[in-house]
């Protein structure tokens, strides 16, 4: 699919940047205030004490423990600045301030859907995670995987049957048709994505840069596509999550929780879907993927080889860190992995 630098934008690239800034200055702004709130209503993280197979997590627990009571939930602020960006917008359009607003029904209303939806989702599994005393916490696996399927699958029947979109294109090669097939390959985009997402959110600083990254990277290849009121909205998607990583840089603040990373995974996944940019996804949020690959080949090696594992721990950057290298250098050398293959994808998306 050709790219192209639009002669007469929607929005001009000046006013992109003012909407990053915008919602950058939001999260700023509101930091303070919601995070006495989280305080005041000991809205703090429960630190797991198992892992995903019921055995003890004992890296996790020897570096992590200490981080008990950090306020979680701090997606909120992340999504909550993207809305308020989006709708002031929408203000200054109304009174003729701006000639278009970010909230545009082709290019905006879905991503927004899945932010929305999955945010509130993650954020009544993470009040669960608070809340529920003893062994159990948060939403059961079942119920979570089923809501992410039915939010999922409501997107990409609107695709398939209202937008028309019926195939992705493969760079170098073309587009290839999948027909009915496109609905199951969006919802599996969608789900991987945040689950993805959700499973690297595991250090300071380490899921909310590289989303930054990510948003930063589809907001280019948007814009060369000439979907310019789609770029804006990636950019003040990385310019509210980079206010919230303002304060996550370790020792972080608060954490962002299942509703940030459930809410911007999901929302990244529609964004390449909408850009047709689904092979490049795996490059621009490439430590999202090596990531989610570390559960699956630990989970697997344990069932299969008796218990035996692959890493030291998993996910990957817990196996980073029982090699000592120190949390903040594990989260910059990913950031860099991130940036490297994020430049990658750009190429290939612009060429390919």
Known sequence: MDTFIPVRPDIPLLAILLYALIAFMFGITA??????????????????????????????????AKKAGTPTMGGVLIWGSILLTVLLSRVLSLFGIVERSLLQRGQVYLPLFMLVSFGLLGALDDYLNICCIGKKRGLDWLPKLISLLAISTAGGLWFYFKLGYDAIHVPF???????????????????GTANAVNVTDGLDGLAAGLLTIAFLALAFLAYLKGLTVLAGFCAVSAGATSAFLWHNV???????????????????????????????????????????????????????????????????????????????????????????????????????
């Open 173 to 191: 090669i073309g587009e290839l048709m999948l027909g009915g097939w496109y609905v199951p390959v969006f919802i599996f985009i969608i789900v």
């Open 31 to 64: 930091t303070p205030w919601y995070l006495r709130f989280l305080l005041h209503f000991r809205l703090g993280k429960q630190m797991r004490c198992e892992t995903v197979d019921g055995r003890i997590a004992s890296v996790f627990n020897h570096f992590h």
């Open 250 to 352: 370790p020792p972080a603040l608060f954490f962002m929780g299942d509703t940030g990373a459930l809410a911007l995974g999901g929302m990244l996944g529609v964004i390449a879907l909408m850009i047709d940019q689904v092979f490049v996804l795996p490059l621009i949020g490439f430590v999202f993927v090596i990531e989610m690959l570390s559960v699956i080949i630990q989970l697997t090696s344990k069932k299969l080889r008796n218990g035996k594992k692959v890493f030291l721990a998993a996910p990957l950057h817990h196996h980073f860190e029982a090699l000592e290298w120190g949390e903040s250098k594990v989260t910059m050398r990913l950031w860099i992995v991130g940036i490297f293959f994020a430049m990658l994808g750009i190429f290939i998306g612009m060429f390919g």
